[in-house]
């Protein structure tokens, strides 16, 4: 098969590659029909993620067909559409046991194109299947589910849950790029008085507004603390979300904040922030961290079913599956290229493998 591989910083081939086969009897093989690329695949091929070995195949988001399935794995059979997320979950450690499983410690969590080979390839290997994979109704577009893999609950479980974003809340959200944006869409499922997005990019505040943000502040022009303070009275925001990765944001958010105040870090760091305690000791505030654990996204999934969430506007470019490494360069460019998502998308699934798996056929 073919697949898109790292080598090391600033490599990467679209190449051919094994099959991937059944290891574990947990494991099954899904026939990928469209990923997407993240802004972490691009933090590896900086590499500033050094786990990822050269020769791993890349991405960790993922929908497609089941092919073939280990003698365990009971759900899933040949021909189900299955999202494939970011998390995997063995189901059975402790933290799996606690709907953790970001920090799944039995062979699962963040695996995919980090630890083993991942999801941006014509065929994946899929470990412990069963408790990993979401069937994907008939009724939905790959589009309208591929964004659960990763952006909506990492910005949902991560941000607003942490956050415990309230009913007529001020919810400052600072980043407004695809994390930032997700933010924005889910934290009006609690209904908040007001969202405040905070970026250096005016054309991503543009989206921030699209996405539902009542107040945009471009913090390379304006003073965001000031602007935060005005709108609240003084106080500050009741929560800050954290969707950058660097030490200003954060820091920024510890500033935003009123006392009492949450503070949900969902950004990646790679440098050390200050915590400025001397400020913060009186003010009660609560700083949370996280890693996304995916445990939402069955809930998710039923909000874009009844139409109530609608993450397709993610969806700014679209490629196919052969041409990743264009996309990479698209995405890689976001700044020039306004891209929020891009989708590769695999060539339609030919007759010959309708008919080996008795698939249904779609229009
Ligand atoms: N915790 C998790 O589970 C998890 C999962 C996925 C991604 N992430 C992280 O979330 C972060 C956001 O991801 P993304 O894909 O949206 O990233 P992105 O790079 O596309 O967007 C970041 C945005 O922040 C803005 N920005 C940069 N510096 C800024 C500053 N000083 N002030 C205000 N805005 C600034 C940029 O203009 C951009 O719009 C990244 O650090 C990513 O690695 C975390
Ligand atoms: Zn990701
Ligand atoms: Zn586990």
Same mark, same amino acid.
């Given at each position: 098969?073919?697949?898109? !591989?790292?080598?090391?910083?600033?490599?990467?081939?679209?190449?051919? !590659?094994?099959?991937?086969?059944?290891?574990?009897?947990?494991?099954?093989?899904?026939?990928?029909?469209?990923?997407?690329?993240?802004?972490?695949?691009?933090?590896? /091929?900086?590499?500033?993620?050094?786990?990822?070995?050269?020769?791993?195949?890349?991405?960790?988001?993922?929908?497609?067909?089941?092919?073939?399935?280990?003698?365990?794995?009971?759900?899933?059979?040949?021909?189900?559409?299955?999202?494939?997320?970011?998390?995997?979950?063995?189901?059975?450690?402790?933290?799996?046991?606690?709907?953790? #499983?970001?920090?799944?410690?039995?062979?699962?969590?963040?695996?995919?194109?980090?630890?083993?080979?991942?999801?941006?390839?014509?065929?994946?290997?899929?470990?412990?299947?069963?408790? =990993?994979? #979401?069937?994907?109704?008939? %009724?939905?577009?790959?589009?309208?589910?591929?964004?659960?893999?990763?952006?909506?609950?990492? $910005?949902?479980?991560?941000?607003?849950?942490?956050?415990?974003?309230?009913?007529?809340?001020?919810? %400052? &959200?600072?980043?407004?790029?695809?994390?930032?944006?997700?933010?924005?869409?889910? %934290?009006? /499922?609690?209904?908040?008085?007001? &969202?405040?997005?905070?970026?250096?990019?005016?054309?991503?505040?543009?989206?921030?507004?699209?996405?539902?943000?009542?107040?945009? &502040?471009?913090? =390379?022009?304006?003073?965001?603390?000031?602007?935060?303070?005005?709108?609240?009275?003084?106080?500050?925001?009741?929560?800050?979300? *954290?969707?950058?990765?660097?030490?200003?944001?954060?820091?920024?958010?510890?500033?935003? &904040?009123?006392?009492?105040?949450?503070?949900?870090?969902?950004?990646?760091?790679?440098?050390?922030?200050?915590?400025?305690?001397?400020?913060?000791?009186?003010?009660? !505030?609560?700083?949370?961290?996280?890693?996304?654990?995916?445990?939402?996204?069955?809930?998710?999934?039923?909000?874009?079913?009844?139409?109530?969430?609608?993450?397709?506007?993610? %969806?700014?470019?679209?490629?196919?599956?052969?041409? $990743?490494?264009?996309?990479?360069?698209?995405?890689?460019?976001?700044?020039? =290229?306004?891209?929020?998502?891009?989708?590769?998308?695999?060539?339609?699934?030919?007759? *010959?493998?309708?008919?080996? /798996?008795?698939?249904?056929?779609?229009?």
């Amino acid at each position: 098969m073919k697949a898109l !591989v790292y080598h090391g910083p600033g490599q990467r081939a679209w190449e051919d !590659v094994p099959d991937p086969t059944i290891q574990e009897p947990t494991d099954a093989i899904v026939r990928i029909d469209s990923s997407t690329i993240c802004g972490t695949d691009l933090h590896i /091929l900086k590499g500033d993620v050094p786990e990822v070995k050269p020769g791993t195949v890349l991405g960790h988001e993922a929908v497609g067909t089941v092919v073939e399935t280990g003698n365990a794995v009971t759900t899933l059979v040949p021909g189900d559409r299955v999202l494939v997320s970011c998390i995997t979950s063995c189901g059975r450690c402790r933290f799996c046991r606690e709907g953790r #499983y970001g920090l799944c410690t039995g062979g699962g969590g963040w695996i995919f194109g980090h630890l083993i080979d991942g999801l941006q390839a014509e065929l994946a290997r899929v470990p412990f299947a069963d408790t =990993s994979v #979401y069937k994907v109704p008939d %009724a939905l577009t790959d589009e309208q589910v591929l964004f659960l893999a990763d952006i909506l609950p990492t $910005a949902y479980e991560v941000g607003v849950l942490n956050g415990a974003v309230e009913p007529g809340d001020t919810v %400052a &959200i600072v980043g407004a790029g695809p994390i930032g944006l997700a933010a924005i869409m889910t %934290a009006q /499922l609690h209904s908040p008085g007001h &969202i405040v997005a905070i970026d250096l990019d005016s054309s991503r505040l543009e989206k921030a507004l699209e996405f539902g943000a009542d107040v945009a &502040i471009e913090n =390379s022009k304006e003073d965001a603390v000031q602007k935060v303070l005005e709108l609240t009275g003084g106080l500050g925001a009741d929560v800050a979300i *954290e969707a950058v990765g660097v030490p200003e944001t954060f820091e920024l958010c510890t500033e935003l &904040i009123r006392p009492g105040g949450r503070v949900a870090n969902v950004g990646v760091h790679g440098h050390p922030a200050t915590l400025h305690l001397e400020k913060l000791w009186i003010r009660d !505030v609560l700083i949370t961290t996280g890693l996304v654990d995916t445990t939402t996204t069955p809930k998710l999934l039923k909000l874009i079913e009844a139409g109530r969430l609608d993450p397709t506007p993610f %969806a700014t470019h679209r490629f196919a599956l052969a041409d $990743a490494e264009e996309a990479y360069d698209v995405f890689g460019a976001a700044a020039s =290229s306004h891209a929020l998502k891009v989708v590769l998308e695999a060539a339609p699934v030919g007759q *010959e493998l309708i008919e080996e /798996l008795e698939l249904p056929v779609t229009a």
